[in-house]
């Protein structure tokens, strides 16, 4: 399925050479994706199989036993997350709108063998209920919430564990624009130099659409 371009700032050619050589997107990944093209007003905020491969690879590689991810939207990060859970682990999903959850309850649940947790309510609500710790955060919310998600989350993450956040460069706002002056931008400008200062994370920023920021916590 074609994906929307959303990283401006990289090369239309270079995108669509990465989009191609990828793994090709599983059966029911398709099918979520057809569904949620129909279904939803603004489609193109589902993750798509070029992230949601690495997404799944990187969840693959640690194996965790918890995973926390605010921002479920149609479900399709939650079900490439959820592949790398361990037997027996779980996965805690955020979101704010009541009107997804049947959608939700119905897609997610085709897949019973993972332990899905869906929570709706405002992320900002629901995290102060779950007391778990992490080995995988997948930040991919509301943009002018995340410097308090990314308080509150390293807390939650293990050490060792992994903290991804999506939308990091912002469509090219961030470090484009000299005089940023919408909240999205501010915020994820704010978010970059939180990780990127804070001594207890290493990160690195992936270029991946419209860019994801990783941290591992030391
Ligand atoms: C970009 S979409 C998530 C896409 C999804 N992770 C994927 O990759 O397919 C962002 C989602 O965050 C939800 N959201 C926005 N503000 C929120 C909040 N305060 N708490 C929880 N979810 C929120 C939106 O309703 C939307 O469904």
Redesign the pocket.
Known sequence: MNELQISPFIDKRIEDYCVKNVSEEPEDLVTLNRK?QLRFVHPH????NW??TF?RMISKMINPKTIL??????????I?LAEGLQKGGIIHT????VE?EDFLLENLGHHSDKNIKLHI????D?LPTIEEEFDLI?I???KA?YPEYYNICIEKLRPSGIIIA??ILWYGKVGLDPMPRDKQTLAINDFNELITHDPRVENVIIPIRDGLMMGRKL
Not at 45 to 48: A, K, N, Q, T
Not at 94 to 97: A, W
């Open positions: 949620t905020m589902i993750s798509g992230q949601g997404l991810e605010i921002g479920t939207f149609s479900g399709y990060s939650t490439c955020i979101e704010k709108e997804y309510g405002k992320a900002l629901i997948f991919d919310a509301d919430s999506d939308n």
